[in-house]
Each structure stands twice: as structure tokens, then as C-alpha cells.
């Protein structure tokens, strides 16, 4: 019996009082794709970064191979035959391709030979694994599916027979990431072994032999992906059982509670990112904006949450509001109505060294129930949230705790309890999941259901193709500023949304990756 | 303007150029690695009193110039240990590099030499002497090329040339081999050296004691070669017009070498206001022309100048990410 490529006993690690991993053990088989799934904070990540040397287990030991290996730095890893691809690609942005591979693995003193040797072997490492990059483009010059390919070809160059992908596939549209999984299926023909971490289970489902399920730190379970389903893995993952599909009866919408017409902004460094959108949402319904991060969904959000300055026009129940910025802000947008959960809940939602119940007043601070006087009422906003901690379920249920020392999935629900229950006539929600657990999105999901079914308008930017399927009642897909179309949820799927997303409307026959990816580099280059 | 007041204020351009360009340098060396250097003034000055001192007391400028790196050296190491190894912040570090060697350079002197904070003067072979050059007087009946030659080219102390010699090396380091490679990386993405399996400390390390040698070839340069000896706060705020040169160069080794003429070009014309009427046609206060290379460096760091984008990880510690 062949040795296993890489086998893990009993890893332990700690961050202080957190136990990051728990006595894990994992055995993966040479030329083969294995599966690690997790939610957040289950410690995937952590268990990667010891194998790949960033950190040094408390306990436990290696073996690559058969061999016990001791890795304390990256070098040794590389050295091991191990490659990393970080989900937060680690490339120098105004380099070349080329040089970025090079870098680390160079030949000698002088730089000029091991450029050469690099250039010819690209050539090679292409032609063999469908690795197509151009070795004299700027990193930030190209999209993020052929970035992730100079990550992968960085590993190559340096010999790695084992490569571990982490959260591969959220940067990129359907298309891109189908032509990642037969890069990996071709690697693995090669013989390599490769470890894929991620959240999906639909990826795990489609490309993974074998998969290990984490959990809280441990590892629950390592089965074979033939003898599992989605549901099985889900509950293995959060501890019970998960609906997967979100549970919602068909939208009754009402009369447009949000319009949005022609409307344009030109950012500060004088880049046009959007460039004349209009939709409308009806009370009632759920409107979805699916598209690749950097299209200028971000910004529809901030104007409509009165950050952004924009030109064009925005009704809200039917009246129209102030783009200028002269005499509109986030507050009187809230005073109007409409409540922001913004993308990015640590910088734009919460204060992350502030305390859970100062933040749940944040934005509606000068509310009078919060005042006494000249001061504010400090035991008035601890009690209500307190009642938001309970009606959201946010655990610890302590209002005196600082938001960073909530996990993620817990700091979002103070941000959705405080504007959810504004009882706003539109909630602005943008990526409401990102970084959440399993069990933390059936929750949030039905409570963003729940406001859609009280009669309210509800925007949902996300780039998760699945939440946006499954939550919106109308889908509208944003390329490079401009909407791209709508489409009804039962009446289309990933592929059409992937195209749409890419800036293709020929839905109807097939695109190579290449004209896709020019697509989507062309857009890119212009905020470049 | 004849001819020969054009070599002369030229001549001058190039020796005030000098300090300038090695500093300059020091800088995008540092910078180019990511670590944010103010302290250049205080390196510099650091090391224009110790080579005096040392020149002073051994007869010897070569000695002197050795100590002199070596002071500045002393406070890079400083500056690493305080932004690179304990991960403060690198600005607060340069000030108070400037400060220390403001108050300490003028206090050991006065404690070893008692002469109101200046070192003795330097003669003979405690300063450098000007190189002339091959054939320089032979050349000389040569038309243009041959008092240029002989007035500008030549004549200079050696570490002009090795100022001048510095900007093709400093060039050839940071883009022809793999230090240079990397050091530019570690400047841009640290992250990016350090899963490639390079030590980003080592790196840092590296750049910011290219930093001290280079900062402690130009303070050295004021002291023993520009004048002889150290008096108080003589460099004068160089440092800090190297930084504008280095932003104004966009960190380049080229560009940096016509940046630091450009200042040494209005440092030469403060010293000839005669010049500058006979151009013009308007006498200009002296005071004026003296703060000019002072304005330029304002107007440099507000920006007025084009989009000099720095070193992305500039000023960052490097923290590994969970």
C-alpha cells in the first residue's frame, strides 16, 4: 500500500485561550483531490497554515510521504513539495507575471538567467496543464481567474507535488471556476495531490475524492465523497440539521417602493463605475444584484445608503431624493426609510473596539427614546439591545462585549437587529453572509424573508450565486455599471447568471474561458 | 553668462549634489523595502561628527569616514530594531533619530573637544583632497571639452565619484539581481516574499543597512569633504531635501541622480545672487535664493509634482495574517 501523500497526527494549536485545532488527524492519498469543509473559524485555515509553515503546532506531527517532516517556515514546505494557494493571492501587484514567479525560486545572484529559465518553462508548465498566462503582463493588469493561475504556476515552478487551494472559487464567475476544477482534474491525472478548503459544498460534491469535515476545531469526519450527500456534510459541518434551501412562499409585490433611474458615479480617482443603471424594487419582493465583486454593485449600495454622490435620479415612494450630497446624508436616508447593512460590516457596519450595545445605536443615535436631556441614555439603548440580542439570537447575549470579539456571523446579526428593526420601507443589504456560518445564514436568510413578507422593498447585492438564487424573487446582473439584464430565478440558472455576469448576452451558445476572461480584464483594466 | 561662471556654478551644482544624491539613495534603498526613513538628516549629521572627530583625532579621513558610517549605521540599526523587529511605527522613529543626533553630536563635542559644539578643523590628510583626474592638464587646450573636463569632470574629492558611481549600482542591484528582486517585492507585498519562503526580516534588515552606509557616506562627504569639520546642525535639513528628491525620482536610481542636481543646481545659485541678475535682470534677495531648494522641497511633498505612487507596503510593519 502506497504511503499517504501527506498525513497529519494529533495537531494541536492554540491562540491563546482559543483552540484553533483540536488533535487532528488526516490522511490524504497521492493523486488525489481532497475535500476540506468547515465553516468559519472551524480551523481550515489555521490547519493549512501549519502545513504550509506559517504557524508551528502546539502538538502533533507530519509526515509527507511516509517521511515525519518538520516544516517551520514556508521554505520548508516548498522544500517538502508543498505549494499554498491563499485565498487573498500573494502577488506583487507591479510585477510581471513572470517575476512574480520567479521570486523566491531564483537561480542566482543575477536576475537575467533565472528569467530566461522561467520564460521556457511557463511555455511548458502551460501547454501541459491548460495554464494559460502571458509571463510580461503586470499582475494588476490581468483578471483574478489568470492571477490565481500564476498562483498555481508559482507552486509548479517550484516543484510542488502536493497543493493546497484555499477558498479557490470566491473571486470567480461559475465559468472561470469550472475551468479551475479541470485545471485541478488535469493536475491530478499528473499525479499530484491537492487539498481544496472551502464553504461550497456543490464544490466539494463535484470535484472532491474524499472529504474531511471540520468543525468548532476538531476534525468530525472523513468520508468519501461517493458515499456522501450535501445534507450529510452540512449536518456533519454545523452539529444539526440545516436547510439548505431557503424556505419562502411566492413574492406579492406592491407599488415600487424604490426607482432608480439612469443613474451615474464617477469615483474619486475619476473612474465611471456606474454608468446608467435602472431597476426598481416593489414593496414586498427581493431584488437580487448578482455580479463579480468590483462591478459597481458596491457602489449602488453607497449612493442609495447616502455615502456616494451620484447624478441621475432615485425615487423612494415615489419621491424623489437629493444626489448631490448637499442636502442628503446616511441620516436622512434613514430618515426616509431606508436602512444599510453595508458590505463590509467591520469597516462600514460596526466599530469593531466598541461595545455590542454602542453599536446597535450607532445611526440612529439621536434617536429621542436614546436621550435624556443633553446626554445620551445609556441604560435606555443597553435595554433595547438587549431585546435585539434576544430576538437575534446573538450569542454571547451580552450587550457589554466589544463587536470584535463576536465571530462573524454573530456581528452581523447586531448590524441586521439594528436596521431591521427600524422597520424600514427598503433595506439596502450587501454580501449579508459573507463570512457567516451555516447556521447563522438559514437564520439570517429567514429574517430578510420575513421583513420581504411584511410588505417591505428589499436590494440584496451579493456575490454568492447561491444566496442570490435562492433569496431573490427578481435577479439583476451588474457588469462593468451597467445591468446587464433581469431574470426570474425559476427561469434561469448559474450558467446564464456566470455569462451575464462576464458581460456576455448571447446566453444561448457556448463561450471559451478566453473570451470570458477578456471580458472581464477589459472591465477590470478601466478602474486600473 | 560666460562660459566659465557656467562650469563654475556647474562645479558646484555637482559637489552640492553629493550629500544629496548619496542620502537620496539611502532612502530608495530603505523605501524601496518598505520601511519609511525620516532619519535621514539625523544619520547624516551622526556621521558627519563622528568622521570628523575621528579624522581630527587619527590625522586619517579614511578612519574617519569608517567611524562616520559607522555612527550612521548605529541608528539604523535602531531604526530596524524599532520598526522592523518591534513593529512601531517608523515615522515617530525617524524623528526621534533627527532629535537624538541633534542634541548628542553637539554635546559629546563639546565634551571632547570644548570648542562651542564644532570638532577642530580639518587639514591635510584628515580631509579628502581633490582627485585630479588622468590627463586633466594635458586635455586642457582642448576647445569646451577640455576645460570642462578639467573644471567639472575632474577635481573633485573621491566621494563624488562614488556618489556619481552609486546611482548605475544602486540601479543595476535593484533591477538586474535577485536581492534587488526581492527587495523591491518586500516593499510592495511582503506577504508575497514571505510565502515564497524569503525572510521579510532579513530583507528589511538588509535595506536599511544599505540605508546607513550610504547615509554615512554623505554625512561623512559634509564634514570632511564639502568643509572641514563639524559644526552644529550642519546638515542643514539635506535629509529631508533628499526625501523630496527621492519622491520627486518616483523611487528611481536615474531619476534620482537629475532630482538631486536640480536641488544641487539651486544650492550653487544661492552662492552666486550676481549670476542670477545678470539673467534675469532683477536683483533677487539672497535670503530668497537660499530658501529655494527649502520651497522646492514644500512644494515637492504637497504634491504639486505629478503622482509619485510609493511603495505600496511603505511605512506597514509586516504582521503575518491568520
Not at chain 1, 499554498?84 to 523566491?104: A, C, D, P, S, Y
Not at chain 1, 517550484?158 to 482534474?185: K, M, N, Q, Y
Not at chain 2, 544661492?270 to 539672497?286: F, H, M, N, S, Y
Request: proline content about 4%.
Amino acid at each position: 500500500m502506497t504511503a499517504p501523500a501527506i498525513e497529519l497526527k494529533g495537531i494541536s494549536k492554540a491562540f491563546g485561550p482559543v483552540q484553533a485545532n483540536k488533535d487532528i488527524s488526516i490522511r490524504v492519498m497521492p493523486g488525489t483531490i481532497h475535500g476540506i469543509i468547515g465553516e468559519n473559524g472551524a480551523g481550515k485555515s489555521t490547519l493549512m497554515s501549519i502545513l504550509y509553515g506559517f504557524y508551528k503546532a502546539d502538538r502533533g506531527e507530519i509526515f509527507i510521504n511516509g517521511n515525519k517532516t518538520e516544516i517551520p517556515d514556508s521554505q520548508a514546505a516548498i522544500a517538502a513539495g508543498i505549494g499554498m494557494v491563499f485565498q487573498h493571492f500573494k502577488l506583487v501587484e507591479n510585477f510581471t507575471v513572470l517575476e512574480n514567479v520567479v521570486l523566491g525560486a531564483e537561480d542566482g545572484a543575477r536576475l537575467g538567467p533565472s528569467l530566461a529559465k522561467a520564460r521556457e518553462q511557463l511555455v511548458h508548465l502551460a501547454k501541459e496543464y491548460e495554464l494559460n498566462v502571458d509571463p510580461d503582463a503586470l499582475i494588476e493588469e490581468i483578471g483574478v481567474g489568470m492571477q490565481q493561475r500564476v498562483e498555481i504556476l508559482k507552486a509548479l515552478y517550484r516543484e510542488a507535488e502536493i497543493l493546497i487551494l484555499d477558498e479557490p472559487t470566491g473571486v470567480l464567475t461559475p465559468a472561470e471556476a469550472d475551468h479551475l476544477f479541470r485545471i485541478l482534474e488535469g493536475l491530478k491525472e499528473q499525479g499530484k495531490t491537492i487539498i481544496l478548503i472551502t464553504h461550497k459544498l456543490r464544490e466539494i460534491m463535484d470535484v472532491t475524492d474524499s472529504v474531511s469535515v471540520m468543525r468548532r476545531g476538531e476534525m468530525t469526519d472523513t468520508v468519501k465523497t461517493s458515499e456522501t450527500s450535501p445534507e450529510e456534510l452540512a449536518e456533519l459541518m454545523v452539529g444539526r440539521k440545516v436547510l439548505l434551501r431557503v424556505d419562502k412562499k411566492p413574492a406579492e409585490p406592491g407599488a415600487p417602493v424604490l426607482e432608480v433611474n439612469n443613474l451615474q458615479v464617477v469615483d474619486e480617482k475619476g473612474v465611471q463605475r456606474l454608468k446608467g443603471v435602472s431597476l426598481n424594487v416593489r414593496a414586498g419582493e427581493i431584488l437580487g444584484i448578482a455580479g463579480v465583486a468590483g462591478n459597481g454593485q458596491s457602489e449602488l449600495l453607497e449612493v442609495l445608503g447616502g455615502i456616494r454622490t451620484a447624478t441621475g435620479s432615485i425615487k423612494i415612494n415615489g419621491q424623489e431624493i437629493d444626489l448631490s450630497g448637499k442636502y442628503s446624508d446616511g441620516r436622512s436616508r434613514r430618515e426616509r426609510g431606508i436602512a444599510h447593512v453595508p458590505e463590509d460590516r467591520q469597516r462600514e457596519g460596526l466599530i469593531m473596539d466598541f461595545r455590542a450595545w454602542e453599536n446597535s445605536a450607532f445611526g440612529y443615535h439621536h434617536d429621542p427614546a436614546y436621550q435624556s436631556g443633553l446626554l445620551m441614555n445609556n441604560a435606555a439603548i443597553r435595554a433595547d439591545t438587549e431585546g435585539k440580542i434576544e430576538r437575534f439570537d446573538v450569542r454571547p447575549a451580552n450587550p457589554l462585549l466589544e463587536a470584535k470579539s463576536f465571530s462573524g456571523g454573530n456581528q452581523q446579526k447586531i448590524v441586521l437587529a439594528r436596521e431591521i428593526e427600524r422597520n424600514p420601507d427598503l433595506l439596502l443589504v450587501g454580501q449579508p453572509t459573507r463570512g457567516v456560518d451555516i447556521g447563522a445564514i438559514e437564520f439570517i436568510h429567514q429574517r430578510i424573508v420575513e421583513l420581504r413578507d411584511a410588505g417591505k422593498a428589499i436590494l440584496l447585492v451579493s456575490v454568492e450565486l447561491d444566496e442570490i438564487l435562492s433569496l431573490s424573487d427578481r435577479i439583476a446582473v451588474i457588469f462593468d455599471g451597467h445591468i446587464m439584464g433581469e431574470r426570474l430565478p425559476a427561469e434561469t440558472d448559474e450558467k446564464e447568471l456566470g455569462l451575464l455576469m462576464a458581460g456576455i448576452t448571447d446566453t444561448e451558445h457556448e463561450h471559451s474561458i478566453e473570451e470570458i476572461e477578456a471580458n472581464l480584464a477589459e472591465a477590470a483594466g478601466e478602474v486600473h | 553668462m560666460d562660459f566659465v561662471t557656467l562650469l563654475q556654478i556647474l562645479d558646484s551644482t555637482l559637489r552640492l549634489a553629493t550629500p544629496l544624491l548619496l542620502a537620496c539613495l539611502a532612502g530608495l534603498f530603505s523605501e524601496r523595502a518598505g520601511i519609511f526613513d525620516i532619519g535621514l538628516e539625523g544619520k547624516m549629521l551622526a556621521a558627519a561628527f563622528l568622521s570628523a572627530a575621528v579624522a581630527a583625532v587619527s590625522g586619517n579621513v579614511w578612519v574617519g569616514l569608517l567611524a562616520g558610517i559607522a555612527a550612521s549605521m548605529a541608528l539604523s540599526i535602531i531604526h530596524g530594531l524599532a520598526s522592523i523587529t518591534f513593529r512601531g511605527n517608523q515615522l515617530i522613529s525617524g524623528v526621534a533619530i533627527n532629535f537624538l543626533a541633534a542634541g548628542i553630536t553637539v554635546l559629546v563635542s563639546q565634551s571632547w573637544f570644548k570648542q562651542g559644539g564644532r570638532t577642530p578643523s580639518l587639514e591635510g590628510p584628515a580631509r579628502f583632497e581633490s582627485w585630479t583626474l588622468p590627463l586633466a592638464n594635458t586635455l586642457e587646450p582642448i576647445p569646451i571639452l577640455g576645460p570642462i573636463y578639467k573644471e567639472l569632470i575632474s577635481g573633485h574629492t573621491p566621494l563624488v565619484y562614488v556618489a556619481l558611481l552609486a546611482v548605475p549600482f544602486t540601479w543595476y542591484v535593484l533591477f538586474r539581481t535577485r536581492f534587488g528582486l526581492r527587495l523591491r517585492a518586500v516593499g510592495e507585498n511582503p506577504a508575497a516574499v514571505d510565502t515564497a519562503g524569503v525572510s521579510v526580516v532579513g530583507l528589511r534588515y538588509a535595506a536599511v543597512a544599505i540605508c546607513g552606509v550610504l547615509c554615512g557616506i554623505a554625512g561623512a562627504y559634509l564634514a570632511t569633504g564639502l568643509q572641514a569639520g563639524f559644526v552644529k546642525d550642519m546638515s542643514a535639513g539635506r535629509g529631508f531635501i533628499a526625501l523630496a528628491a527621492l519622491i520627486f525620482a518616483k523611487w528611481r536610481p536615474w531619476y534620482a541622480l537629475w532630482a538631486c542636481l536640480l536641488f544641487g543646481l539651486f544650492s550653487a545659485i544661492e552662492t552666486r545672487p550676481d549670476v542670477i541678475e545678470a539673467l534675469i535682470g532683477v536683483k533677487v534677495q539672497v535670503q530668497l535664493l537660499g530658501a529655494l531648494p527649502y520651497i522646492m522641497t514644500v512644494v515637492i511633498l504637497a504634491g504639486f509634482v505629478g503622482k509619485a505612487i510609493p511603495p505600496r507596503a511603505g511605512g506597514e510593519p509586516y504582521v503575518k495574517e491568520r
